[in-house]
């Protein structure tokens, strides 16, 4: 999760928003994944 906050420069309330959904998809992690986040409503990729 650490790492995901620092690369993804997302809010601590958008990172612990995160499923695990969002980040793996079928046994395997996704290279890119899009968050939108709370407080601007802009998407992150």
């Known amino acids: ?3 995901i906050a620092i690369d993804s420069k997302l809010r601590g309330c958008d990172v612990v ?3 695990i959904g969002d980040v793996i ?4 992690v ?3 994944s ?3 986040q709370q407080k601007t ?3 992150v990729i």
């Open 17 to 19: 928003k995160l499923r």
């Open 34 to 36: 899009m968050v939108i």
């Open 1 to 3: 999760m650490f790492d």
């Open 30 to 32: 996704r290279q890119r």
């Open 25 to 28: 998809v079928g046994g395997q």
């Open 41 to 43: 409503g802009t998407p």
